[in-house]
């Protein structure tokens, strides 16, 4: 069984960074065939995919995000994080880290952390 815990600030201040990182148990962020990923729901909107590490190391992400995102590991922790640069009350979200399987194609989400709340307010 796989577990994905998110954990970092659950408030944060315009224009400061967040930093969240994801603990993963049961199975390897360096394994075939998987992607680690970060989405997020704001109050009353879908989920926003933000990002991904897969297991080579490569990384991926939101065009609209892409230039104050940055996604990290740390595999002898069995870690991914999340850094999101210059943060506004629009980045107040549930933050969650997802696993996803790309054995075969793309879009398979088959574990899920429980999410975080991040506020963003001064």
């Known amino acids: 069984q796989v577990h994905l815990q998110e954990s970092g600030p659950g408030l944060v201040k315009p224009s400061q960074t967040l930093s969240l990182t994801c603990t993963v148990s049961?199975?390897?962020?360096?394994?075939?065939?998987?992607?680690w990923n970060w989405i997020r729901q704001p109050p009353g909107k879908g989920l926003e995919w933000m990002g991904a590490?897969?297991?080579?190391?490569?990384?991926y992400s939101n065009p609209s995000l892409r230039n104050r995102t940055s996604i990290s590991r740390d595999t002898s922790k069995n870690q991914f994080t999340l850094q999101l640069n210059f943060v506004t009350p629009e980045d107040t979200a549930v933050y969650y880290c997802?696993?996803?399987?790309?054995?075969?194609?793309?879009?398979?989400?088959?574990?899920w952390g429980q999410g975080t709340q991040v506020t963003v307010s001064s």
């Open positions: 997802a696993r996803e399987w790309v054995g075969g194609s793309y879009g398979i989400y088959d574990y």
């Open positions: 049961g199975g390897s962020i360096t394994k075939n065939y998987y992607y």
């Open positions: 590490i897969a297991y080579s190391g490569s990384t």
